[in-house]
């Protein structure tokens, strides 16, 4: 039944997105998972589809839809059965270029927006180093102006699409800030692939997400061009800051809806289970951890989309955020353990869908804000 957070339009978007992932997605995660990347025809038929440019102004392409229509995306993406394939379209639409939909010039949206949106240039985004994570302001990435460039140098870990991507959204210090304005000097920039001094160093090896490519970044001497900067130069951490909700509220819908679908799967085979002369699905015992498990998804469910109703309401929603995302990925994580264990030693197969979610979901209490920041977070905004 649909959700009232959504209207007809959004509905129809839904079937459509959930037929293209049922009949071109899904019997083919297999392959990318082994593969370790997504096949540029899929970037391709995306845009094709019009779902990479879902929130785009018409004038670039774009659909120029609303937050609930990348939702939407995210919820149906999520249900593939591959962490990877899904976080690898959401990093492109929805973790990096909206932050040039918002902050880019006139120039910059008719430059790149369009490739974006056909799936022609693919996007990932560069924050995290090799020493600085959830804490943004430690990043040591510099770039120092040099004439008509930027000179950019230092390194970029753990970028999801950093192997095969196009247009890397790169922060870097433009000015080193003093002690007790950590936040100050940062800037973003739009980098291409195939400048001078720009090397993959090296594609990571996961334990989950294996069809999301996954690079370490070098940077040496090179040279962005000014035009490239995205933003006011020194207002990167706050630009960041601004798309941080709409990250982690994406975190919390992939990791929700792929839950969904591990718990689908598992009741599946309770049905089709048998044991001691009746199906899996009549033990009490295991009855009943799924109605709590299912209880969990739709309180789950109901706290994401609160926090998205104030996010887009431009509310103050930092404190709902956090915890709609802490909830949303903890409970998908107990979803995975359950999951596997109610499929007994199927579930530790690599044939049967559990058992790659229990490796893929378990990213989603790390990445955007770990589930320690999202605590920190929600306990300064309470009477403590």
């Known amino acids: 039944m649909a959700h009232p957070l959504f209207s007809d339009e959004h509905e129809m978007l839904r079937r459509s997105i959930h037929a293209f992932v049922e009949k071109e997605v899904a019997p083919r995660v297999g392959e990318w998972e082994a593969a370790g990347r997504i096949p540029r025809e899929l970037w391709q038929r995306l845009g094709e589809l019009g779902f990479l440019g879902l929130e785009f102004p018409t004038e670039y392409g774009g659909s120029g839809a609303d937050f609930l229509a990348s939702v939407v995306l995210g919820e149906e993406m999520a249900r593939c059965r591959s962490g990877g394939v899904a976080f690898s379209v959401l990093v492109h639409t929805d973790m990096s270029s909206p932050w040039l939909v918002r902050f880019g010039t006139d120039a910059q949206k008719r430059k790149y927006l369009p490739g974006i949106a056909r799936g022609e240039t693919v996007c990932a985004l560069g924050i995290t180093e090799p020493g600085a994570g959830s804490d943004m302001a430690a990043l040591t990435t510099r770039a120092e102006r040099d004439g008509d460039v930027y000179r950019l140098t230092g390194s970029k870990i753990f970028i999801t699409n950093g192997v095969y991507g196009d247009l890397y959204f790169v922060a870097a210090r433009t000015d080193a800030g003093t002690p007790d304005r950590r936040h100050a000097g940062i800037s973003m920039f739009l980098v291409e692939r195939g400048l001078p001094g720009f090397t993959v160093s090296r594609k990571l090896d996961k334990m989950g997400m ?5 690079a370490e970044l070098a940077f040496q001497d090179c040279p962005v061009p000014a035009e490239n900067l995205l933003g006011v130069e020194g207002r990167g951490f706050q630009q960041l800051a601004a798309g941080l909700q709409r990250e982690r509220l994406m975190a919390a819908v992939l990791a929700r809806s792929g839950a969904d679908q591990a718990l689908e799967d598992t009741m599946s085979h309770l049905r089709e289970r048998t044991a001691f002369g009746e199906p899996l699905a009549q033990r009490q015992v295991l009855r009943h951890r799924v109605a709590d498990l299912a209880t969990d998804l739709e309180a789950a ?17 930092a404190r709902e955020v956090s915890m709609a995302k802490l909830f949303a990925t903890e409970v998908a994580n107990r979803v995975a353990y359950d999951a596997v264990q109610m499929h007994g030693g199927y579930g530790y197969m690599r044939e049967f869908p559990v058992e790659g979610f229990f490796r893929d979901v378990r990213l989603w209490t790390i990445a955007s804000g770990t589930s320690e920041v999202m605590r920190e977070i929600i306990a300064r905004r309470l009477p403590l």
């Open 210 to 214: 294996r069809a999301s490519d996954t």
């Open 301 to 317: 469910r109901e706290l994401v989309y609160h926090a998205i109703r104030l996010f887009m309401a431009g509310e103050d929603c």
